[in-house]
């Protein structure tokens, strides 16, 4: 059988958590992805599905940290995140160059499909 490749995401809480898991994958050289997730949120479900599935959407992470902040909860740490940041709630999708840096010009708020995505992340870890 064919294994579908897939995005491992791994899950970050708060300030704190984002500052600490953009360290670790500077500290390998890797750049990063951030998810903004939350159960009731319809867009991110479209994401899974259509965009993070994406065998393009894939290679373009291959040396990209996934992280995902899941802010269902809504709680003191999730809405700290969320203002340190400026954003408002999910779906949101954000890039750190490997210094750490958020390449803001390449925030993506609301859903988008995979190939715009996958030309977004190519654009944002361009050198």
Known sequence: GGTSAHINFKKIKGVE??????????????????????DWCISCKEFEKYTFSNPGVIRALSNVVALKADVTANDEADQELLKELGLIGPPAILFYDTNGNEQRNHRVVGYMEADAFKK????????
């Open 120 to 127: 977004q992340i190519e654009s944002a870890f361009s050198r």
């Open 17 to 38: 958590g984002l500052k600490q898991a953009i360290a670790e994958a500077n500290a390998s050289g890797k750049g990063v992805m951030l998810d903004f997730y939350a």
